[in-house]
């Protein structure tokens, strides 16, 4: 299920997205700011390597996500067309409250769903992310920073892949 504010104008609230850096190679490759219906989740990586400045560790989620702009046209084969056929690959730094559940060989999401908390510090605010699933995996955590990493086009079937 959406949440409430996708039903009308399908773009997550400004604030959030706008919490992401880089959100505007996203906004560059779709014309908005998607909610990734339908979308799948290809890549999942937890590190709890990452180090600050003064040395101490903190974990991250990196994400690659597929998605796309469906049009109304019909190809030859009867699939609905697609337009700007992505992969998005986020990087969440300094996450907690983490919750998975589900991979599988193929996680489709209903929505990406971004939302801005308050801390009780009150001072940076927690991007909450919420994978909202179809089929497959699903998941919650909070980050406080995100980045677009970059946007490439979708290949349907890579050249080598990490087995081959």
């Given at each position: 299920m959406w949440p409430s504010s996708y039903a009308v104008t399908m773009n997550p609230p400004v604030d959030a997205y706008?919490?992401?850096?880089?959100?505007?190679a996203v906004l560059k490759v779709?014309?908005?700011?998607?909610?990734f219906h339908d979308g799948e989740v290809h890549r999942v990586v937890m590190d709890r390597a990452r180090w600050h400045a003064?040395?101490?560790?903190?974990?991250?989620?990196?994400?690659t996500i597929r998605g796309w702009n469906m049009t109304?046209?019909?190809?030859?084969?009867?699939?609905?067309?697609?337009?700007?056929?992505?992969l998005v690959h986020f990087l969440f730094e300094e996450v907690s409250?983490?919750?998975f559940d589900g991979l599988n060989h193929q996680n489709v999401l209903s929505c990406l769903d971004f939302e801005l908390e308050t801390t009780d510090e009150g001072n940076t605010p927690l991007l909450s992310v919420e994978l909202c699933h179809c089929y497959g995996l699903s998941g919650s955590f909070k980050a406080r920073r995100a980045t677009v990493v970059g946007v490439a086009p979708f290949a349907e079937h890579p050249v080598s892949s990490p087995n081959s």
């Open positions: 706008a919490f992401i850096k880089n959100n505007s779709f014309g908005y700011w998607p909610i003064n040395g101490t560790y903190y974990p991250s989620i990196e994400l109304s046209d019909v190809t030859e084969d009867g699939f609905y067309r697609l337009e700007a056929d992505s409250e983490v919750e």
